[in-house]
């Protein structure tokens, strides 16, 4: 089993930045890539940002690209998400999720273990 867990959400202004961490445990962390999705309310989750097992790859959705920035550190077991110049519309629950199997990191069903995920809301 794999446990994930997320912190750094809150409120922040448009225009704002925050920097979200998720701390895994009980698998070897460097064994999974690494994916952030989001949820806005009446939404389906879809994905912001993935990283590769050693992260010397990136993924992005287009919505983010450029203002988001993922990254991993292996020796803590964990995995950040920063953003900056945050909008309305980046509002959502935000997801960890780690991948143990090859496969298409765009793909949510592509990630066996979630966390519970932190709230963002980025008022106007």
């Known amino acids: 089993q794999v446990q994930l867990l997320e912190s750094g959400g809150g409120l922040v202004q448009a225009g704002g930045s925050l920097t979200l961490s998720c701390a895994a445990s009980g698998r070897t962390f460097s064994s999974a890539a690494m994916g952030w999705f989001r949820q806005a309310p009446g939404k389906e989750r879809e994905f912001a940002a993935a990283i590769s097992r050693s992260g010397s790859n990136k993924y992005y959705a287009a919505s983010v690209k450029g203002r988001f920035t993922i990254s991993r550190d292996n020796a803590k077991n964990t995995v950040y998400l920063q953003m900056v110049g945050l909008k309305p519309e980046d509002t959502a629950v935000y997801y960890c999720?780690?991948?143990?199997?090859?496969?298409?990191?765009?793909?949510?069903?592509?990630?066996?273990?979630w966390g519970q995920g932190t709230q963002v809301t980025v008022s106007s």
């Open positions: 999720a780690a991948a143990y199997s090859t496969g298409n990191l765009y793909d949510r069903d592509n990630y066996g273990y």
